[in-house]
């Protein structure tokens, strides 16, 4: 399965190898100031290792064996796990979501995103004339779909919407009719507004604090959006110091060390902490980008581009949720915040584009 020729140093990215590596020390730092014991810190450490052990197991790996061979069972094994969730699942947070084995906890809807990813690209890989067809559409949807539905039926949310931006990002590459792109935006848009009298009362609380700040009880439901903005301002151009926070160190913020590792990084490490994370991201993106124009297969293309539209996503929804522009949805950021399962599906991503990278030359 490794193709042993293929390790030529001079063939890898090391900035897409190292971008990510340096973003989860970053976050493993914040997460050390805000968590409140060093558990959590050796364990993002152990899954960093992993992550990093399981990117270079793939990098030497034929990215087209993974996606036309390994892919569908991958994707039906994720399957079996989120069912089994549901039955045996660990509820944390009212979200059940996490599976015990072997007293190891991990989170399988993690790995889902990717194991869609795979198919996505796999069923698109041949190239179509013309624009998507509504039958390869409903074919997306039914690789989508039983994910979602059996993410959405553990309570997380989150990640339940990440799969409509993965959705999305193929859908668009693919080759959808501009027509039929305006009416899905407009679609949604619609139902987004239908679905808000429906939502459970604390969803709707989250969106109101949002969408007026004035009236957010800052005891209840606008009590973590509130404390976030606070250590964001509060964290000037330099910081307060690495380990001299307040909001996250002194439990202010609560559960900083997870959706609000941002704030942490804004309040320990000002503006220049911020500026640092976002250039790491940009770079990270910027090489993803690089990687899929430069690669010979449509399969090795729309793999790497389904997970920068993951990750810019998860960027951009978390960041407003730190700085009270999105209701908080319990989507973490990239890499920094901490959960173990989260490092090691984006490292499987950059293994793959690591993969697709090494063989660019290849027909």
Not at 79 to 92: M, P, R, T
Not at 134 to 162: F, K, N, S, V, W
Not at 200 to 210: D, N, P, T
Request: charged letters at 15%; glycine letters at 12%.
């Amino acid at each position: 399965m490794v193709d042993l020729s293929q390790k030529r140093l001079k063939d890898v990215d090391w900035l897409l190898l190292l971008s990510p590596i340096a973003l989860t020390v970053l976050g493993c730092v914040a997460i050390n100031s805000s968590a409140p014991d060093g558990s959590y810190l050796k364990k993002q450490i152990i899954s960093l290792c992993l992550g990093l052990a399981i990117a270079l197991a793939i990098m030497f790996t034929d990215y087209r064996k993974i996606v036309m061979i390994i892919a569908p069972f991958f994707y039906a094994g994720v399957l079996v796990l989120l069912v089994a969730v549901l039955v045996f699942g660990k509820e944390i947070h009212g979200n059940k979501a996490w599976l015990n084995l072997g007293g190891f906890s991990f989170q399988p809807s993690e790995f889902a995103k990717a194991a869609t990813i795979l198919m996505l690209a796999r069923h698109l890989a041949t190239p179509r004339p013309g624009s998507l067809s509504i039958r390869d559409m409903a074919i997306m949807l039914a690789i989508a779909m039983p994910p979602i539905i059996l993410i959405y039926a553990e309570h997380d949310t989150g990640t339940t919407l990440t799969f409509g931006a993965i959705l999305g990002t193929f859908f668009f590459l693919g080759g959808m009719r501009k027509s039929l792109l305006v009416a899905g935006v407009v679609l949604v848009a619609v139902g987004l507004v239908a679905a808000y009298p429906h939502l459970k009362g604390y969803q709707r609380e989250r969106i109101k604090v949002i969408i007026h700040p004035e009236e957010a009880d800052p005891k209840g439901f606008g009590y973590q959006t509130i404390q976030s903005v606070i250590a964001v301002g509060s964290g000037g151009v330099l910081g307060k110091g690495i380990g001299h926070g307040t909001q996250g160190k002194l439990g202010f913020l609560p559960f900083a060390w997870t959706d609000f590792i941002g704030a942490v990084v804004a309040e320990e490490m000002g503006l220049v902490g911020i500026l640092l994370m976002m250039v790491l991201y940009l770079l990270l993106i910027w090489r993803l980008i690089a990687v899929a124009k430069g690669s010979r297969e449509r399969s090795g293309s729309l793999l790497v581009m389904g997970f920068v539209g993951l990750i810019t996503f998860h960027i951009l929804c978390n960041l407003g949720m730190v700085v009270a522009l999105m209701p908080i949805m319990g989507i973490p950021l990239p890499l920094m915040s901490y959960g173990g399962t989260a490092v090691m599906a984006m490292f499987m991503g950059v293994g793959l584009a690591l993969s697709v990278r090494m063989r660019r030359f290849v027909n």
